[in-house]
Structures are given as structure tokens and as C-alpha cells.
Nanobody
Framework: QVQLVESGGGLVQAGGSLRLSCAAS????????MGWFRQAPGKEREFVAT????????YYGDSVKGRFTISRDSAKTTVYLQMNSLKPEDTAVYYC?????????????????WGQGTQVTVSS
């Protein structure tokens, strides 16, 4: 089992920045990738970004490309999401997720473990 704990959410004005963190513990040796999804009220869970643990390749959803950056600290088993140029439509609960296998990186159903989520609210 892997436990994921997110932090760093909050309220920010449009155009501002936030950095989310997700610390993993437990059986992390089997981690293939860690990433972020988000879910706004009444909407489906949306892929934001993911990073392949070995090698560090990164992938982003179209709506955040050029504004968000995902990174990892292997020694701390922590993944970060730097969010810049935030927009009101970025408002959502952001979830950290990890997986032990490849393929279907953009699909929430392919991730094995999930954090509790952290609220990000962007005011206009």
C-alpha cells in the first residue's frame, strides 16, 4: 500500500501562483508514475500532469500546458505541481495519484493510489 498526502492548496487571485506538494509513503519502491488530477463541482475528474518516476518524463493536460510544471524529488518521494498564471477555471479539488504500471497515463482509472485532495480556488 502507498499513502499520499497533499498540501499547498488555497485561495489565490487570477494570475497568481500556487505550489502543491504530495508526499508518498509506504511501498513506494513499486511506483511507476505520480501525477495530479483535478475535479471541479459537477465535472469529471480531469488529468493535469504526471511524471514517470524513473527518467523523469513529464506529461500535461492541454488546459495546463505552459502554465503548470510537475517535478519530483526522488529522495523525499515527493511530487510537486507548480501552478502559474492561474485562472478561475483552474478552481477544483486537486488529487495526487500514483501508479505501479505504465500505459494510459491520462486515465484516472489506471492509477492505483489516491490522496485525499486539496482545494484550489482562483478568484477573478
Amino acid at each position: 500500500q502507498v499513502q499520499l498526502v497533499e498540501s499547498g492548496g488555497g485561495l489565490v487571485q487570477a494570475g497568481g501562483s500556487l505550489r502543491l506538494s504530495c508526499a508518498a509513503s509506504g511501498r513506494t519502491v513499486s511506483t511507476y508514475a505520480m501525477g495530479w488530477f483535478r475535479q471541479a463541482p459537477g465535472k469529471e475528474r480531469e488529468f493535469v500532469a504526471t511524471v514517470i518516476w524513473r527518467g523523469g518524463s513529464t506529461y500535461y493536460g492541454d488546459s495546463v500546458k505552459g502554465r503548470f510544471t510537475i517535478s519530483r524529488d526522488s529522495a523525499k518521494t515527493t511530487v510537486y505541481l507548480q501552478m502559474n498564471s492561474l485562472k478561475p477555471e483552474d478552481t477544483a479539488v486537486y488529487y495526487c495519484a500514483s501508479r505501479t504500471s505504465g500505459g494510459g497515463l491520462y486515465f484516472a482509472g489506471r492509477y492505483d493510489y489516491w490522496g485525499q485532495g486539496t482545494q484550489v480556488t482562483v478568484s477573478s
